[in-house]
């Protein structure tokens, strides 16, 4: 089994690799300039979305029929999303709402947003692998009793904590000698974990063309090398 961190531009990878892919994590910057090591994060809008078109155009081109991508965007980005999508061939699965655990970012003039969207896509109309995961959530105030069996994951995503600075954070997230997070938008563990047991089996190629802090590989390496399964 091998892990790869690749230090190039994803493209140039792209073009020369001969991989094939079974799963892709796509979470790009966002355009919300942020500060970056080597990369402009306030391109003109039309530049930064013809750029993840030509992302998607060659990730699908080195993915196995019936592959699967999940693209991360801010949820007033899902329309741009799902367009870029659509041109690069890709059919439409699921949008996911990952809803956010901490409180919201308040708005003076509209509600305030308390989620992200996850576009769920492949190559064909139908996925080579799509394993249905249970989870067990706690039981609301609502509820009598517990579910034996626990209940399928839909696509809305309510359990799982997002990594902010704060109390809700805890000891995940990478951070600088000075307590600062060392990658603004790091993914948590959990996200990863049901993303890949969900879309892949042992052996799979899954691929994050943005790599940050490299969840996407720590969750695959764990999973070739753990016989566990976290979720029902």
Known sequence: MICDIINDDCLNFLDSTEYKFDLTYLDPPFNQNKS?????????????????????????DKTVSGGSIYFMQREKNAKEVMRVLEDANWKFQNLIIWKKKSSAVPGNNKYGKHYQIIIFATKGKVPKVFNKLRIDPPLLVTEKYQRPNGMYVTDVWDDIRELTSGYF????????????????????????????????????????PFCGTSTTNIVSRFMMCSKRTPDK
């Open 36 to 60: 970056y090591n080597s990369h402009n994060d306030k391109m003109d809008p039309v530049e930064y979305w013809d750029w993840m078109k030509v992302v998607c155009n060659k990730i699908y």
């Open 169 to 208: 954070a805890g000891e995940e997230p990478l951070r600088l000698p000075n307590g600062e997070r060392s990658h603004i938008q790091q993914s948590p563990i959990q996200l990863l974990l049901r993303i890949i047991l969900s879309s892949s089996k042992p052996g799979d190629f899954v691929f994050d």
